[in-house]
């Protein structure tokens, strides 16, 4: 789930609360998160940051946040009851964007009533989503913030008991609760909303995958703006790094951290051959093309190079995605696989039942190569707890899906420098030889070990290998002297006349916030503390 605000707030049984508060960070990437419930997975907060760097803000800033005191009126204790009061106003929202306000109630807390209102009438009650979190044992209130206007108030009380004995079979619902929710306030041409299903029952250990699965085409086209290829012409000069990809996965990821240009939507352009999406990563402008799985396709690796190169002229093609690692005992799914050379497999000449090898041992951009085997601060936690690595070296590509553990032996046999393999990359050479091209690399992140490839955990760790290489990717591209010797402008050395005329045909689609009120943050909690942004 995609949101811009994470407002989390921690409910002590003495009276106490800490509050901190995450945005959206451009740096980082987008703030994508799942409810506690969602996967099996180690978790401080109410919610799984898919983006680890999320999660230790979200540490730091609970670890420094100061514990108030709540005054009587918001917090008391009657018998064995406790009950907790707070308000807030002027929570930020954005068109097409959710924001989130999640209270984690004490330990072994079981809500018995649970109000959440609109402050101009009592009478009109927001949905929620309850949630038993057993790893911190406690319960999570989790509500979802959208307005019309720009900003979200809304009034809270919690009733609620310490009792152990029945927390962990304890339930609680009313008519206003919902189990799983989620929906953006798109465009009026759109007509429908998103809704995130119910994926408990599921067998696989994929959690908040196929929810990301389910809303990233959607969130994406929610901010696309179509233009003609001739509105282009003050932007092609500018825009001169290419990322391409050849899997809906790989795009997906790509795409959560792909910004709109400065005072435009994303831009999409289709030419006669391809659609290309155009947008900021990192502090660069890029376009983005798919290509097929392979190389040799009408729409495979070499014919859609060609085309790009042809069309944009770009400095810098980037793949970002995923491969096959050659040892598990040395390597792990996640590290991420840079190409100093690619071998061409595929080519050999058999003579009595041996084959010998024919196909070119090429190398990547040097350039490119330098910033992404030097690129320093990079780091990728996998989910055992270790960082995902680089690793250089030689890489095979061919057409070939390998899933079989008899030909990689056999592959590796042949090249046995080789640090792992994949399908798009001698079509990338190919296309850019001809063109005398060379400033190209391949990113890839190892997912599986070229067998067994349609296990459980196939779509999780083609995730985690994505999300790995194309964090690398970002990591690089965020240093805005990394192709300053290739002469790539960044972003905001743009010439953007053309979009913005293109863009503000489209105005009413903008995304924009609209404050409100004088308070971000809740009303005094009668401590004489305020927590205003």
Known sequence: ????????????????????????????????????????????????????????????????????????????????EYVFRTQWQGIPTKRQELSYYALMLPEYAIPTLISISDPLSNDIQYRRSIKRDDSNNCFIVYIECTSKIGVFNFNLECEFTIDQKRFYNYEYYDEKTEKHYGYFDLPESYNKSIIIKDLSSTNKRIGNYKTTDLMGEELVNSKIEYISSNELNDIKDSVKIVIMTATDIEKEVVFNYLKPLPECQSLKVNTSKQTYTIGTFGEYPIVHVQTNMGSTSPDGAILTTKDVLDYWKPKVLIMPGI???KDSNKQKIGDVLISEYIIQYDSSKIIKGHEIPRGAIVRSGLTLFDRFRNCVGWEYKLEDGSKAEKRTGKMLSGSKLVDDKVFKKHLLKLFPEAIGGEMEGSGIYAASFHESFDQWILVKGICDWAENKESEDKDRNQRIAAEAAVSLCLSVMSNPYAFEYLEVKQTKDMTLKKVKKANNKSSHNKNTTIINGPIYGPINTGSGDLYNK
């Not at 609360?17 to 980082?28: C, G, H, M, N, P």
């Open 1 to 80: 789930m995609y949101i811009n605000t994470a407002i989390i707030e921690k409910l002590e049984y003495n009276g106490t609360l800490k509050s901190v508060e995450l945005k959206t960070s451009q740096k980082i990437g987008d703030l994508v998160v799942a409810f506690a419930d969602e996967y099996e997975e180690p978790r401080s907060g109410p919610f799984h940051f898919r983006n680890v760097k999320y999660e230790r803000e979200y540490n730091k800033k609970m670890e420094e946040a100061k514990s108030r005191r709540l005054g009587a009126g918001f917090f008391r204790k009657d018998g064995d």
């Open 323 to 325: 491969a096959f690692g």
